[in-house]
């Protein structure tokens, strides 16, 4: 298996729609719009692809020199446990550089994952939740 990581390769939303589907990352698959702003808002995108095939990605927002949200992580479920998920970051961390720290929120099914590819867990954040 070739995996192919790039940072300028951007899926379609169609594809995105369908590795969330798949991976069963809780986002707003049904609509279709919504999905393509998010990743047009988004300045850092990293994705895995095996051939045509998208099988992973990270979606970040930062502004470079203080702080990223890594907003989306998701994996196609044939290729968990290959170590994508941890590259995707990795490849993340690499070009943001050492000024900027990396934030998330995790899904309550992913708590486990986070600590197992090297990241802390933190109790102090706060959220203002979305209405829609």
């Known amino acids: 298996m070739n995996i192919e990581y790039?940072?300028?390769?951007r899926p379609t939303a169609d594809q995105i729609i369908e590795l969330y589907?798949?991976?069963g990352l809780p986002r707003?698959?049904?609509d279709r719009e919504r999905i393509q702003k998010m990743y047009d808002s988004s300045n850092?995108?990293?994705?895995a692809w095996d051939n045509d095939i998208l099988i992973g990605v990270s979606r970040s927002i930062t502004?470079?020199?203080?702080?990223?949200?890594?907003?989306d992580l998701a994996v196609h479920p044939d290729y968990k446990k290959?170590?994508?998920g941890k590259?995707?970051?990795q490849l993340t961390k690499e070009k943001l550089g050492d000024q900027s720290m990396i934030l998330l929120l995790s899904v309550p099914t992913a708590m486990e994952y986070y600590p197992k590819i090297g990241m802390t867990k933190e109790d102090r954040?706060?959220?203002?939740l979305r209405t829609k």
């Open 6 to 9: 790039s940072y300028d390769k």
């Open 21 to 23: 589907n798949s991976s």
């Open 28 to 30: 707003p698959t049904n």
């Open 125 to 128: 954040a706060f959220t203002i």
């Open 44 to 47: 850092l995108i990293v994705t």
């Open 63 to 71: 502004d470079w020199v203080w702080s990223c949200y890594l907003a």
């Open 87 to 89: 590259k995707l970051v």
């Open 82 to 84: 290959g170590g994508i």
